[in-house]
């Protein structure tokens, strides 16, 4: 991970940058669960007003460096917490989701928290891995950004959060 990693609320000057790195093919491919038509700016913009509007989601800007490199958001999904992150595929590998999901953790006070993963996500399922979510199920479901139904695993981070001390937002990760 990067030291100079941090989170951020998400501002209005976030979304053309979020939108951009949605457009990425082989991004949409790798998600598979992302939007229908990932080119629907209006779409775009009513799913980040949505989000922003409830207080119940917590999404935060990945910033490193001063520079947005994606997003990260914990929401409701029924009566369980998910998460999901999108960091924009230029700056893959380099360990800025690990980082991000971790700092985005030591916010939400509730757990479990879950998440899914395509199957065949590798790199997304290392990054839940490292950040301690272990498989509890799988499903399937279609994926927008495949056209077809994609067969995903379903994750758990079981357990306490961590102590607050070691959790505020805007913290500097080292690492």
């Known amino acids: 991970m990067t030291a100079d990693l941090r989170l951020r609320p998400v501002l209005d000057d976030d979304l053309p940058l979020f939108f951009a790195h949605q457009q990425d ?19 775009f913009d009513a799913h980040w007003r949505r989000v ?11 910033v490193v460096g001063g520079e947005v490199v994606g997003h990260v958001i914990a929401f409701p999904a029924g009566d369980r917490t998910e998460v999901s992150y999108w960091i924009d595929p230029r700056r893959w590998g380099r360990g800025y989701a690990t980082g991000a999901l971790a700092a ?18 590798r790199a997304s399922l290392a990054v839940l891995r490292k950040c301690g979510f272990v498989v509890t199920g799988e499903d399937r479901g279609y994926a927008h950004g495949r ?7 379903v994750l758990e981070l079981p357990g306490p959060a961590p102590a607050p001390a070691l959790t505020r937002a805007g913290t500097t990760l080292a690492g």
């Not at 093919?25 to 779409?43: H, I, L, Q, T, Y």
């Not at 056209?147 to 695993?153: A, C, P, Q, Y």
Request: charged share 30%.
């Open 52 to 62: 922003r509007a409830d207080a119940a989601m917590v999404p935060r800007t990945v």
């Open 25 to 43: 093919v082989e991004a949409n491919w790798m998600a598979a669960f992302g939007p229908a038509d990932p080119a629907d700016r209006a779409a």
């Open 104 to 121: 985005l953790l030591g916010e939400v006070s509730r757990r479990p928290v879950h998440a899914r993963a395509a199957k065949d996500n």
């Open 147 to 153: 056209g077809v139904e994609v067969e995903e695993w």
